[in-house]
């Protein structure tokens, strides 16, 4: 299924979830002709995420909606900043009004996380990587979320990467084993992952011909160690408890990748407000 195609499937829910049958208040009150026109504001500063999907709500409800977008996807903005204005009939408006602006206050608010993650990270090397710790049904999203802050999606599903964790290894009876087990399946092009938690593990995740060795919830002294141990010889990515504050000293031990949860499990939202500035009736 296409990026795409996900997003049709979650605006169907998203607007099926809020409207149902019908917005009986909008519609008991506004005229069923009347335009409007609205401007959304940046009520705290940030970076902006999803301008390319909110217009689509209204369009759903009013296919002749107008939308400007006045800032980009992935840009910084101040508060009080006009993000973007909407022409529309009235009841699209403010039928669309709540879903529209949960996607853009979330996705901004995973984009300004992510952006601040980046900064701590400027001129380290390491790159910033999401995780699959998504709101349920909105993946396609948060992850767009965290392309526009400046990071790097991991994998997007169970489907497109192999990555060997622990539970896995349990029951394969070790590294080697499930390594192995693993390779036997693997289609051309797909990659290796194998979670480690030590520096025996590490060794045997090299061993194996892991593409991508994670260092899973590893002290950073012990992270040094494990880069020194790999040398080149595999990607390495650095998980678990991973604050702002310790991005600096992890990425000095020369990992690649830092993955973080937190972008998309615990993200605040971005307060964005929508308010009606004009309307025509009759048209």
Known sequence: MTTDQLVERLLD?????????????????????????????????????GL?????????LDPSTRWQSLVADGERVNKGDIIARVDAHYRALLTGERVA??????????????????????GSGARLLDTRKTAPGMRVLDKMAV??????????GLHDMILIKDNHIK???????????????????????IETAN???????????????????????????????INRRARVEASGNMTLERLAEVAATGVDYISAGALTHSVAALDISMNIEETTEGQ
């Open 13 to 49: 829910l998203a607007l099926e979830e809020d409207v149902a049958t019908g917005d009986l208040t909008t519609n008991a009150i506004i005229p069923a002709r009347s335009r409007a026109r609205a401007t959304l504001t940046a009520r705290a500063p940030g970076v902006v995420s």
């Open 52 to 60: 390319a999907i909110a217009p689509r709500v209204f369009a759903r």
């Open 101 to 122: 602006l949960n996607i853009l206050q979330r996705m901004s608010g995973i984009a300004t996380a992510t952006a601040a993650h980046v900064q701590a990270l400027e």
């Open 147 to 156: 392309a526009h802050g400046g990071g790097q999606n991991h994998r997007m």
């Open 171 to 193: 029951i394969a009876g070790g590294i080697p084993a499930a390594a192995r087990q693993a390779r036997a399946c693997l289609s051309p092009g797909v990659q290796m992952e």
């Open 199 to 229: 520096l025996d593990e590490v060794q045997q995740a090299l061993d194996a011909g892991a593409d991508i060795i994670m260092l899973d919830n590893m002290t950073t002294e012990e992270m040094a160690r494990a880069v020194r141990l």
